[in-house]
């Protein structure tokens, strides 16, 4: 859905009582350029949409519609749930409720994350209940020791007559069992909770990724903060590796080693880098590839200064538990590696020139692709704004391991995404950038990019892990990337057809579908169409070459 921007212009402008032509004054443009934009007849953004908010006197966002986005997203996904299939409700139910009571439908989305947490609580015990040897046995062991406890009780009440000696031993007896019995129930409360907190259905990440979005993933006191770490760092000559080990051990006394050959990972050596705190040692696998040190160092220099304010942001009450809160710490710590080692200004200007060009940009500051990607999607300071991105990540296997949605990009909260997805077609050509110019079913364009790379292999016998990672722009923004280049981007017949996720999407007709569209979905079209092809085909990719 796209967000009436130019209908919440007028309301605002008539509840401040400004006329057309007065308010089309103030702006700097012609009351006729305003009537179209009010009409929803222009498209508007840019400064000149934040001139307007300004004028306006509210948040970007109020116009945008961007968080009513993400609540119809959510929205699409709880009326998709089986349980909720016989009401019919489907995608324009989701709008429309937004539209007429976005605060209800957040309600509602509320009450349907707190009756998955309830559903997941009672499923893992359940699960542990029947197959678990370990509840088995400390059910076992509490049926035990409380007969043990009543058959002392009860010999103590029954027989009156115990000598002082007897009538001791089971007393302590009884004292013994019963501090047994609230052990083994200790344990066995300790399980539920672990396995409660294991299968959250709001996961640790999930809240990470709303803090993330509710902030437009752009946090200016980090930004500020990496200004002043690196002023700090090209003191010691320069942004590069040596200068940082130099900051390290000048500011924190950390001393960095670099393995001079490939050491066997175990448990005091694990993957490509680790840090002691007691020993102050960041150690790097003789794998490891310049980026990857670079920006480890970054994210330990920023970690040790920023812990403040890092500390700080991550108190927040949108995220509920200590998981939560150590992965925002870690995220944020990200953060602040990238506003230190890819400025915002230079890097935005970079950006700019070379068309949002990421390989250029990563051979530029020493960073890798996904590095980069995820830099420019950080690009969002008010007045300064990059093209607005959405990133993903996908394992080998398709899973969608890491995202920050673009608003009005629906994408599936976990799982897996569209098989005709540039991310996935960029594992059949590791290396090579793999673009596409793609229509969802409401006729919403985007330019798709993707590039599958791995992590250096530790040794021979080692086998290459590969992750693919995909930005996405809405098409208005395509013919100012290098990536749109040679596109026919005026042809939208020549799209990809593509959707969310199978469960999610309605073309009933589409070949690639993994799995049936959930009735909820469906509700708005009166034939179903069955399965025609279960081939994972993603030799789309690149059509409008």
């Not at 993933?217 to 090209?234: K, M, Y």
């Not at 051990?249 to 002691?276: I, S, W």
């Not at 300071?381 to 899973?399: K, N, T």
Request: charged share 25%; aromatic share 8%.
């Amino acid at each position: 859905m796209r967000s009436p921007i130019g209908l919440k212009i007028r309301n605002l402008r008539k509840t401040l009582h400004f006329s057309q032509s007065g308010f089309a004054k103030m702006v700097g443009i012609s009351p006729s350029y305003l009537n179209l934009i009010e009409a929803n007849k222009r498209d508007v953004g840019g400064t000149l949409l934040q001139r307007i908010a300004a004028l306006l006197n509210v948040e970007l966002e109020v116009l945008t519609g961007d968080r009513e986005q993400r609540l119809i997203n959510d929205l699409e996904e709880v009326f998709a749930d089986p349980m909720l299939e016989s009401l019919s409700l489907g995608p324009e139910d989701a709008r429309n409720l937004v539209a007429t009571n976005p605060d209800a439908g957040a309600a509602l989305f509320r009450i349907y994350r707190g009756f998955l947490d309830a559903r997941a609580e009672a499923r893992a015990m359940s699960n542990r209940l029947r197959s678990d040897p370990l509840f088995s046995e400390l059910l076992h062991q509490m049926l035990s020791q409380i007969t043990a406890v009543r058959s002392a009780a009860e010999i103590l009440v029954d027989v009156p007559d115990l000598e002082g000696g007897q009538r001791k031993r089971f007393h302590a007896s009884l004292s013994r069992d019963s501090r047994t019995l609230s052990d083994v129930a200790q344990t066995l409360i300790g399980e539920f909770e672990r396995e409660t907190v294991e299968h959250h259905s709001v996961s640790p990440m999930r809240e990470v990724d709303d803090l993330i979005i509710d902030e437009r993933n752009h946090f200016a006191s980090l930004e500020e903060l990496g200004i002043s770490l690196r002023n700090e760092v090209l003191a010691f000559g320069g942004y590069a590796e040596a200068s940082l080990d130099l900051a390290l051990k000048h500011k924190f006394g950390v001393t960095v080693e670099r393995a001079g050959q490939v050491q066997a990972q175990t448990d005091e050596l694990p993957g490509q880098y680790r840090y002691n705190k007691e020993q102050k040692l960041m150690w790097f696998q003789g794998n490891c590839t310049m980026s990857t040190r670079q920006f480890q160092l970054s994210r330990l220099y920023a970690e040790l200064s920023g812990l403040e304010l890092l500390m700080q942001l991550t108190d927040d009450k949108r995220l509920t538990s200590a998981n939560s809160r150590r992965l925002a710490y870690r995220a944020l710590g990200s953060y602040l590696a990238g506003a230190i080692s890819l400025p915002y200004a230079d890097f935005l200007r970079d950006a700019i020139e070379s068309k949002y060009d990421i390989d250029f940009l990563s051979q530029k500051y020493t960073a890798s692709f996904e590095q980069v990607a995820h830099r420019l999607v950080t690009l969002r300071a008010p007045g300064h704004e990059g093209i607005p991105f959405g990133f993903l990540r996908s394992d080998p296997a398709g899973r969608l391991t890491k995202q920050f949605p673009l608003p009005g990009l629906q994408l599936p909260n976990a799982g897996h995404a569209c098989p005709l997805w540039a991310i996935y077609g960029a594992f059949r050509r590791p290396n090579d950038v793999v673009r596409q110019v793609v229509t969802y079913p409401d006729g919403s364009r985007y330019l798709f990019f993707a590039k599958s790379t791995s992590k250096r292999a530790a040794a021979y016998s080692q086998a290459p892990f590969y992750t693919s990672v995909m930005l996405a722009c809405d098409i208005l923004y395509a013919d100012k990337t290098v990536y749109g280049e040679g596109l026919q981007l005026e042809n939208a017949a020549l799209d990809v057809p593509v959707g969310p996720t199978c469960h999610m999407c309605i073309r009933r007709d589409c070949e690639h579908r993994q799995e049936e569209v959930l009735a909820s979905v469906d509700s708005m079209h009166s034939v179903r169409t069955p399965l025609v092809s279960t081939k994972f085909d993603v030799g789309d990719a690149d059509k409008n070459a």
